[in-house]
């Protein structure tokens, strides 16, 4: 049962944007902490950014200040707005819920490269 679906993935060049989307079920959306995490090739899965359902925010060192996670009610969807992207934010990227994640979903792959 789908339950996440992460889009908004692309190429972009270093120093460019990328708007990634993740829709989510109403239970979900509405009850839990929501995350944005990513995994490079090779390593392992971490949280980048998350927010809570009263939109506190916290993010990784190594991204703060170029990353923004928002969350629109209406549209049960969380977003992750990246710039200034760097070479090695190369990943795919999942969102979940931070505490007991659900199944993970595909992902979306987001490549910095010129």
């Known amino acids: 049962q789908v339950q996440l679906m992460e889009s908004g993935g692309g190429l972009v060049q270093p120093g460019g944007s990328l708007r990634l989307s993740c829709a989510a079920s109403?239970?979900?959306?509405?009850?839990?902490?929501m995350g944005w995490y990513r995994q490079a090739p090779g390593k392992q899965r971490e949280l980048v950014a998350s927010?809570?359902?009263?939109?506190?925010?916290n993010y990784a060192e190594s991204v703060k200040g170029r990353f923004t996670i928002s969350r629109d009610s209406a549209k049960k969807t969380v977003y992750l707005q990246m710039n200034s992207l760097k070479p090695e934010d190369t990943a795919v990227y999942y969102c979940?819920?931070?505490?007991?994640?659900?199944?993970w979903g595909q992902g979306t792959q987001g490549t910095v490269s010129s």
């Open positions: 979940n819920r931070v505490v007991g994640p659900i199944g």
């Open positions: 927010i809570t359902i009263r939109a506190n925010t």
């Open positions: 109403g239970s979900i959306f509405n009850s839990y902490t």
